[in-house]
């Protein structure tokens, strides 16, 4: 399962102009892991919170989350294309908020966390 996900990841990056091997294109290929593991582990959180009766506040906000920008689903439970970010739109996207976003958060539960020690 993981070898197809990371050879779908591989040939997409691989056709993006001006990549001659795969170093040109790994911190990339890393935080589009980082950002699909924050996702699940955003979803991990909240199923235990929910299970045990409590309330979970996600880290990341709705408009930043994976299933929101990377992979929107249709009414079907399908990848919607339409709605899922590509392209010039996608690159737009992630230089201009979503990393200025993570910068912040990162900030914040940084404080968090120097706080509660």
């Given at each position: 399962m993981f070898e197809q996900t990371f050879k779908n990841?591989?040939?997409?990056?691989w056709k993006d102009a001006g990549c001659s091997s795969e170093l040109d294109y790994v911190e990339q290929t890393s935080w589009v892991l980082f950002l699909k593991y924050l996702d699940d582990l955003e979803k991990d959180k909240q199923t235990a919170a929910e299970l045990s009766g409590k309330t979970y506040t996600p880290i990341i906000d709705e408009k930043f989350k994976w299933d929101v920008w990377a992979a929107p689903?249709?009414?079907?439970?399908?990848l919607d294309h339409h709605k899922a970010l590509s392209g010039d739109d996608l690159g737009e996207f992630v230089d201009l908020q979503l990393f200025p976003y993570l910068k912040?958060?990162?900030?914040?539960?940084?404080?968090?966390?120097?706080?509660r020690i």
């Open positions: 990841i591989d040939d997409t990056l689903k249709d009414g079907n439970g399908k912040k958060v990162q900030r914040t539960c940084g404080k968090r966390r120097h706080h």
